[in-house]
């Protein structure tokens, strides 16, 4: 509880809910063990439940939900005002509603098995102050989430600037999957993250230019709608294992949860929130992708569509994105980059130090330079079609960057050189 915060009034020991095992001592530890009861307790925006937690704290706000302790009047006039601040409070019908929407599920909170679960997946949970939580949630405010379960690499998440989401149809066109995997492996080569939903489609072709073009710590994400114990679909899950293997794949749902059509709505959310611009490559009139572009637009991201043909069913969602003024068209990586760094900060920020060896470099060795991966090495046809180049400018532009010793040859193939301003 917050200092000088009313308590709740305790429940008499004979009027008690039992306890939900494993909640001890008030430490991180228990902070952690009450946010994996409440992942599992309430559906993802519970929009009663998350201002419950912001009033109370998670481990009251779990004492509360599952009837150990009372909430006061104070404490409910406080979670109406977070509701109201947050627009959500024309379904708030008071916390013994939302108790008795609960009460079903409480016989089932087990967190401590939940968090075995994910060790033995060679997973973890994290919650907010973590090193590895995402800064960039915090913009969803209200909704941002209790926590998130994580099969992948454990490195820091990569800024809002370095990540786009790409997300679309799940029955792509063959358009729509070429322009996909152009635009995975392209943000790839420059060290972008690349965000999707790991389903058919789109997002799969997002997936795996990723995978291929990735240069970063963290060459994709994949944000699931049901349980990361479980690859879903099971047609991905190679994809999805190698996503794991080479990334992450993360979910706000524990281990067990069904990916039910409210939680891919929901999940869209934490995919938008993650990106500094989220992109749809092909969308039908009403497809779950636009449901991300407004998530993203309502957060203040970038958002931004790809033009199809005029007679393509999977394009009417992204002509209606581009006629209602809410997207910006885009037609290669380059245009995705400059969004992406009109997020936040400046993408030149992230490069101050190179400030020194990159004066005098005209504009399109500044290009080239972005496109050299890091770890890999890239051909100069390769690096054409990422940099946007003709071969001949490529080859002459290498040998600039080559002499300045910021690129290097390997074997023929390129990549930038460990040189630093």
Aim: net charge negative; proline share 6%; with cysteine.
């Amino acid at each position: 509880m917050t200092e000088n915060h009313p308590l709740p009034r305790e429940t008499p020991p004979s009027e008690a809910a039992p306890s939900v095992r494993g909640i001890g001592t008030a430490d991180r530890s228990k902070e952690r063990l009450a946010r994996a009861a409440l992942s599992r307790l309430m559906e993802p925006q519970d929009a009663a439940g998350l201002a419950l937690v912001q009033a109370a704290g998670a481990v009251d706000g779990l004492r509360i939900a599952i009837g150990e302790l009372l909430p006061g009047p104070e404490l409910e006039q406080e979670v109406s005002s977070l509701l109201v601040d947050s627009g959500v409070s024309a379904a708030w019908a008071g916390l013994a509603a939302a108790l008795r929407r609960w009460a079903p599920r409480i016989p089932n909170l087990a967190p401590d098995r939940d968090l075995a679960t994910m060790q033995r997946l060679g997973g973890r949970m994290i919650i907010p102050g973590d090193p590895m939580w995402p800064a960039q949630l915090a913009d969803l405010g209200l909704h941002e989430p209790l926590c998130l379960w994580w099969r992948g690499l454990e490195v820091e998440f990569p800024p809002l600037r370095r990540v786009v989401a790409l997300v679309g149809s799940r029955d792509s066109t063959s358009y729509g999957a070429s322009v996909t995997g152009d635009f995975a492996y392209g943000l790839g080569q420059r060290g972008y993250s690349v965000v999707s939903g790991g389903a058919y489609g789109i997002d799969a072709h997002a997936h795996r230019g990723a995978l291929t073009g990735g240069t970063s710590d963290m060459p994709t994400i994949a944000v699931m709608a049901g349980g990361v114990d479980r690859y879903y679909p099971s047609g991905n899950e190679d994809l999805l294992r190698a996503v794991a293997n080479q990334g992450s794949v993360i979910a706000e749902v524990p281990p067990g949860s069904a990916p039910t059509r409210y939680r891919f709505l929901q999940r869209n959310r934490i995919i938008a929130a993650l990106a500094g611009v989220t992109v749809v490559v092909e969308a039908r009139w009403r497809s779950g992708a636009l449901n991300t572009a407004h998530h993203a637009e309502s957060i203040g991201r970038g958002v931004a569509t790809v033009p199809g043909s005029i007679h393509s069913a999977n394009s009417a969602g992204c002509h209606r994105l581009l006629r209602d003024g809410g997207a910006v068209c885009v037609t290669d990586v380059g245009e995705i980059a400059e969004l992406a760094g009109s997020s936040g900060e400046a993408l030149a920020a992230d490069k101050e130090s190179d400030a020194s060896d990159h004066d005098g470099l005209t504009l399109e060795d500044l290009i080239l330079l972005d496109a050299l991966p890091v770890r890999s090495t890239s051909s100069v046809e390769k690096l054409a079609v990422v940099a946007g180049l003709s071969p001949e400018s490529v080859r002459a532009g290498l040998g600039r960057l080559g002499l300045l010793g910021l690129a290097v040859s390997v074997g023929g193939a390129w990549k930038r050189s460990g040189k630093r301003g």
